[in-house]
């Protein structure tokens, strides 16, 4: 069965140090998300991306942060200078030929910022 | 906005006994809702979902109706294992985003003990 996959499992980093994360969607999927869970706290949305654009983006999602799908494969979420509250369990998630198709979640990167 | 409230936990319950984690939720148009379990340091597992009003969603066991009269998506286990001991979300497909973005519910932790 077709999944999404997420690298690394585990990432830890220092304070204003650059991230990438990255994910590889499912092979015929167009519509691409990131989340993000706090420890201990509930799972939140931050980006969603479509057609090589971002379509929709919270409040989180502020400038530190960029998205990209350089080739047909990979999906990535840089965070430009982390920060300690930055540390957090990211999903990528993506879904089918229509926004309405369920989502598929990663198994995240756990994000430790020191 | 839409939103979905969970009960709070830590719920603790005994081998075999009857679980039900209450969900509710707000929303305008007419989401698809979801519950995902997350194991001790892992992803996100879809246990189940429910697309339209009066589906039940159905997986190991467990079931959830969706109640638009209510605005509920109560999950229920008539006889819980230790195994099932995790973190519960319930969540929702916002229609009203354009992208589905999924917004989740707090969590609910079980515990079950032999």
């Known amino acids: 069965e077709p999944e999404v996959t997420q690298t690394p499992s585990h990432q830890v980093t220092q304070m204003g140090q650059e991230v990438i994360l990255r994910c590889v969607p499912i092979s015929n999927h167009l519509y691409f998300y990131w989340y993000r869970q706090i420890l201990g706290q509930k799972v939140e949305f931050l980006v969603s991306?479509?057609?090589?654009?971002?379509?929709?983006k919270s409040e989180i999602f502020d400038d530190q942060f960029s998205v990209e799908r350089p080739d047909g494969s990979n999906f990535t979420l840089k965070i430009r200078s982390t920060k300690l509250e930055d540390s957090a369990m990211y999903f990528c998630a993506s879904s089918g030929d229509s926004y309405s198709y369920e989502q598929y979640f990663g198994p995240g990167t756990r994000l430790t910022v020191t | 906005g839409n939103s979905v409230t969970q009960m709070e936990g830590p719920v603790t319950l005994s081998e075999e006994a009857f679980l039900t984690i209450n969900c509710t939720y707000t929303?305008?148009?007419?989401?698809?809702l979801f519950w995902y379990v997350q194991y001790p340091g892992e992803g996100l597992q879809l246990l189940l979902k429910?697309?339209?009003?009066?589906d039940k969603g159905s997986n190991k066991g467990f079931e959830a109706t969706y109640r638009k009269e209510t605005t509920s998506f109560h999950l229920e286990k008539g006889s819980v294992q230790v195994s099932d001991s995790a973190v519960y979300f319930c969540?929702?497909?916002?229609?009203?985003?354009?992208?589905?973005?999924?917004?989740f519910g707090t969590g609910t932790r079980l515990k079950v003990l032999a």
């Open positions: 429910a697309t339209k009003a009066d």
């Open positions: 991306f479509y057609n090589n654009e971002i379509s929709e």
């Open positions: 969540a929702l497909s916002d229609t009203t985003s354009g992208t589905y973005k999924y917004i």
């Open positions: 929303a305008t148009g007419y989401p698809s």
